[in-house]
C-alpha cells in the first residue's frame, strides 16, 4: 500500500520518526504552519487586534466550512481552545436542570465523564450491541420510558474505534424531544460525514491536521434558545448567541491556520480521505494481528484507529517510550480512566492517517514483537 497523494498532503515537514498518533495530534502541513507563522508575524507588525481584524474574511470562511462539515447553520459555530474547553462551554452555556441525567454509552470517554460530574450530572448507561454501539431500539424504549435530560455520544471511540449510530440516535432524540450533544474530536477529518445534533464539537489538532490550541463548537439554529450567555447583551445585534460563547483573548493565529488544513481536507475529498483511512486501519489491523503478546481491544468496526493491550504482562507506558526513543514510532498509551467504562487495562493505541504505509506497520510490529 502506497502513500495516498493529493495537493498539499505530503508537503509536510520532513521527519525519520514513523507518527502513528493522529487520535493525539495530526501532522500540519507547511502550508499551515506558515498560515500560523505569518499571522503571528503580522499581530507583532500591526497589533493584534488589528491582525484580526484583517484576517475577518479568511475566519469567516473557516465558519462556513465548519459549519458543513458540523452540520450547522454559519451563526452555529464558535471557536474555543480545545474539544475540551467546547464540552465545558456547552455545560456552563445550556439549560441543564442540577442533578440532570446524562446518558452515555459504555464507551464514553472519562474526562467527559468528569466534567458532568463536575456539573452535577448523573450518568446513566445506554445499552449496546455485543460491539458496544449503541442498540437504537432499547433506546427508543428508554425515551418511552424514562427519558433522560440529556443524550451525549462520542462519535468515534478514541480508544478503539468504535463508530457510533449518530445519525440513527438524533433521529430518536428528535422523536421524543431529548437534547443530543456529539463529541467529535475523533470524527471530524476522519468520517466522511457528521450527523445533525444540537450539539456537536471537535478540535483542529487530530484528523484535520490543524494547530494545536483550537477548537469548535457547533450548535443547531433550533437550540439556540437554550443557551444562557452572560455576554448576549454586549454581542453586536447581528451575531448570534453562540458566536458569544468565544473567548476573547484567543490563538488566532491557530485559527487562520486552521482554514488552510480544513480547506486540504475538503480539497482532498472527505469521502476519499475516510476511505482512504479505513484501508489503512484495515491494513494496521491485519499486520499487527500476529504479533506476539499483544491482543486487540476489540474489532474496530471503521476507521483508523486501532487499541491494542498486552498479554505477557508488559507495561504500556515504557513500551510507548521505548517505541519513540529506539524506533522512531510515535503511539499513545491509554490509560484506563481515559475510557472507564470499558477499559480493564492500559492499552496501546495506534492511529495512522492517510500517508501511512505498510512499511510503517511492519516496522511497529516488528518492535513490538521485541517486548
Known amino acids: 500500500m502506497s502513500a495516498l497523494s493529493w495537493p498539499g498532503w505530503q508537503d509536510r515537514p520532513n521527519s525519520a520518526v514513523v507518527h502513528l498518533d493522529a487520535t493525539a495530534g495530526g501532522r500540519s502541513s507547511l502550508a499551515t504552519l506558515a498560515a500560523v507563522a505569518d499571522h503571528a508575524r503580522l499581530e507583532a507588525e500591526v497589533g493584534v487586534y488589528v491582525a484580526e481584524d484583517r484576517?475577518?474574511?479568511?475566519?469567516?470562511?473557516?465558519?462556513?466550512?465548519?459549519?458543513?462539515l458540523l452540520c450547522v447553520a454559519d451563526g452555529g459555530v464558535a471557536f474555543v481552545e480545545s474539544a475540551t474547553a467546547a464540552l465545558d462551554v456547552l455545560l456552563g452555556s445550556w439549560r441543564l436542570a442540577?442533578?440532570?441525567?446524562?446518558?452515555?454509552?459504555?464507551?464514553e470517554w472519562g474526562p467527559n465523564l468528569e466534567a458532568f460530574a463536575a456539573r452535577g450530572l448523573v450518568p446513566e448507561l445506554l445499552a449496546v450491541d455485543g460491539a458496544g454501539r449503541l442498540d437504537l431500539a432499547a433506546l427508543e424504549q428508554r425515551f418511552a420510558a424514562d427519558p433522560p435530560d440529556l443524550v451525549h455520544l462520542v462519535h468515534v471511540a478514541a480508544h478503539r474505534g468504535l463508530v457510533q449510530p449518530v445519525a440513527e440516535?438524533?433521529?430518536?432524540?428528535?422523536?421524543?424531544?431529548?437534547?443530543?450533544?456529539?463529541?467529535a474530536a475523533q470524527a471530524v477529518g476522519h468520517l466522511s460525514s457528521l450527523a445533525g445534533a444540537n450539539a456537536v464539537y471537535g478540535t483542529s489538532r487530530k484528523w484535520l491536521c490543524g494547530p494545536r490550541g483550537v477548537g469548535f463548537l457547533g450548535v443547531d439554529e433550533g437550540s439556540w434558545g437554550e443557551l444562557s450567555v452572560p455576554r448576549a447583551?454586549?454581542?453586536?445585534?447581528s451575531r448570534s448567541p453562540?458566536?458569544?460563547?468565544?473567548?476573547?483573548d484567543a490563538h488566532v493565529a491557530g485559527r487562520v491556520g486552521l482554514t488552510v488544513a480544513v480547506r486540504e481536507f475538503l480539497n482532498a475529498g472527505p469521502d476519499r480521505v475516510a476511505a482512504r483511512l479505513d484501508?489503512?486501519?484495515e491494513l494496521c489491523r491485519e499486520l499487527l494481528a500476529g504479533v506476539d503478546g499483544w491482543r486487540f481491544v476489540t474489532a474496530a468496526p471503521a476507521g483508523a484507529i486501532t487499541g491494542?493491550?498486552?498479554t505477557n504482562g508488559q507495561d504500556v507506558w515504557s513500551t510507548r517510550a521505548r517505541l519513540i526513543a529506539d524506533h522512531g514510532i510515535v503511539t499513545s498509551a491509554v490509560l484506563l480512566w481515559r475510557a472507564p467504562g470499558e477499559l480493564t487495562q492500559p492499552a496501546l493505541r495506534v492511529s495512522p492517517h492517510v500517508d501511512c504505509t505498510s512499511e510503517d506497520i511492519r516496522r511497529l510490529a516488528g518492535a513490538l514483537a521485541e517486548d
Open 55 to 68: 484576517a475577518s474574511d479568511v475566519l469567516a470562511g473557516l465558519r462556513t466550512d465548519l459549519a458543513g
Open 169 to 183: 440516535a438524533g433521529e430518536l432524540c428528535r422523536r421524543h424531544g431529548v437534547p443530543l450533544w456529539v463529541d
Open 308 to 310: 491494542m493491550v498486552p
Open 279 to 281: 484501508l489503512v486501519g
Open 233 to 237: 447583551s454586549r454581542r453586536p445585534p
Open 242 to 248: 453562540v458566536r458569544a460563547l468565544e473567548s476573547a
Open 98 to 107: 442540577g442533578q440532570g441525567r446524562v446518558a452515555v454509552a459504555p464507551s
